[in-house]
T-cell receptor, first 117, second 112 residues
């Protein structure tokens, strides 16, 4: 498999502030990482695909200027929620795709719980 | 990706086998069946995948019908720690990443 970490695990912030969430691939170099959002009692919704060294690809309906993604290295992708509002409160999960593994699947981080007051 | 349908919830007694069904009637010939699970407030965890043959690993067994229109994930001896939402997904394998769409899954409650 693959080991993926996220930091912080939970964060509480005031409305209007920006929050940065880190996603790290600990045991292999990930050219592609993904960011998901999950609201309570709902399934995961893909927000964007993060490619190392290039711009992220956002899903329809996801605001690029609000959810800034930076995949500056093969082991780190960051998601910045800018000018956060209470409706941005959610569980944010990253994943990495390891083509080299026989399972050819994604491995997910533990998630970050964001609460915007 | 082809769509899948799963029952919204199931109960299973601790120590018994948990059988989780999934329908994927529009699956294409080159699409695999993948199963993940998500324990509350954690990221999803890969369980198993298969194309047309039955598969088994340390976590579970996967039974795919001959026509590949449905499958069953089997947890042979369910424990309380298996309580989670289980997602069945179909996708093409290899050739790089293809976007995966998570459905609503089955919430499995293992009862003591």
């Amino acid at each position: 498999g693959a080991v993926v970490s996220q930091h912080p695990s939970r964060v509480i912030c005031k409305s209007g502030t920006s929050v940065k969430i880190e996603c790290r691939s600990l045991d292999f170099q990930a050219t592609t990482m993904f960011w998901y959002r999950q609201f309570p009692k709902q399934s995961l919704m893909l927000m964007a695909t993060s490619n190392e060294g290039s711009k992220a690809t956002y899903e329809q309906g996801v605001e690029k200027d609000k959810f800034l993604i930076n995949h500056a290295s093969l082991t780190l992708s960051t998601l910045t929620v800018t000018s956060a509002h209470p409706e941005d409160s959610s569980f944010y999960i990253c994943s990495v795709y390891n083509l080299g593994q026989s399972t050819d699947t994604q491995y997910f981080g533990p998630g970050t719980r964001l609460t915007v007051l | 990706d082809a769509k899948t349908t799963q029952p919204p919830s199931m109960d299973c007694a601790e120590g018994r086998a948990a059988n989780l069904p999934c329908n994927h009637s529009t699956i294409s010939g080159n699409e695999y069946v993948y199963w993940y699970r998500q324990i509350h407030s954690q990221g999803p965890q890969y369980i198993i995948h298969g194309l047309k043959n039955n598969e088994t690993n340390d976590m579970a067994s996967l039974i795919i019908t001959e026509d590949r229109k449905s499958s069953t994930l089997i947890l042979p001896h369910a424990t309380l720690r298996d309580t989670a939402v289980y997602y069945c997904i179909v996708r093409v394998r290899g050739g790089g990443y293809q976007k995966v769409t998570f459905g609503t899954g089955t919430k499995l409650q293992v009862i003591p």
